[in-house]
């Protein structure tokens, strides 16, 4: 089975710029998060969805982030613009919910940003 | 709110050797409890989860770990590292009582790099 599937793998791009990063779940997982990575704040949850509807961006830190999953096997999320403190490695993670099955979640490979 | 603290950043053992890596969490509750590791390059994976029952818990690749509420602790140890569990390990906390839209909200430790010498 493929894994969560993650776009594209490395990104380098200049400040206010916009950035799109991609998921592609595990098929049939009806939850999706993402998560971002920096060595000062660790592993932060952005935003999850259950079946394609956001439930919490409380994590989005703000409102130049955005998030979207269009149908169950995609998803974006979007930087604009983009600045250097974004740099960092973003993750995204799926899994079938239902209670305590939605903590078991697997991850892609992540996306290392580079804003200069 | 909770938090999840991982003592050690960085430990170094021989391959063969045994392993303790440290978790210590603060919650209201006891919540599910969870290690992942993560490889050079690559996503987390689940290692081994804590619900509820037996404090003892055990996971994949040999990995096993203690739950104990006492010490609000939750450690992973392996009786014998093997070089290819070279990689950063993360405690994580889940609320246990998670109602309609917490459920899936991780809580992370800061991570220990485990370094295997041959």
């Known amino acids: 089975d493929a894994g969560v599937i993650q776009s594209p793998r490395h990104e380098v791009t200049e400040m206010g710029q916009e950035v799109t990063l991609r998921c592609k779940p595990i098929?049939?997982?009806?939850?999706l998060f993402w998560y971002r990575q920096t060595m000062m704040r660790g592993l932060e949850l952005l935003i999850y969805?259950?079946?394609?509807?956001?439930?919490?961006d409380s994590g989005m830190p703000e409102d130049r982030f955005s998030a979207k999953m269009p149908n169950a096997s995609f998803s974006t999320l979007k930087i604009q613009p983009s600045e250097p403190r974004d740099s960092a490695v973003y993750f995204c993670?799926?899994?079938?919910?239902?209670?305590?099955?939605?903590?078991?979640?697997?991850f892609g490979p992540g996306t290392r940003l580079t804003v200069t | 709110a909770q938090s999840v603290t991982q003592p050690d950043i960085h430990i170094t053992v021989s391959e063969g050797a045994s392993l303790e890596l440290r978790c210590n969490y603060s919650?209201?509750?006891?919540?599910?409890l969870f290690w992942y590791v993560q490889s050079p390059g690559q996503g987390l994976q689940l290692l081994l989860k804590?619900?509820?029952?037996?404090?003892l818990v055990q996971g994949i690749k040999g990995f096993e770990a203690e739950f104990k509420r006492s010490q609000s602790s939750f450690n992973l140890r392996k009786p014998s590292v093997h070089w290819s569990d070279a990689a950063e390990y993360f405690c994580?906390?889940?609320?246990?009582?998670?109602?309609?839209?917490?459920?899936?909200?991780?809580?992370f430790g800061q991570g220990t790099i485990l370094t295997v010498h041959p």
């Open positions: 993670a799926s899994t079938i919910g239902g209670g305590v099955r939605t903590y078991e979640q697997y």
């Open positions: 098929s049939g997982h009806d939850y």
């Open positions: 919650y209201g509750a006891t919540p599910y």
């Open positions: 994580a906390v889940g609320p246990l009582n998670a109602g309609g839209t917490s459920y899936g909200k991780l809580t």
């Open positions: 969805f259950n079946n394609n509807v956001p439930i919490d």
């Open positions: 804590y619900f509820s029952g037996d404090t």
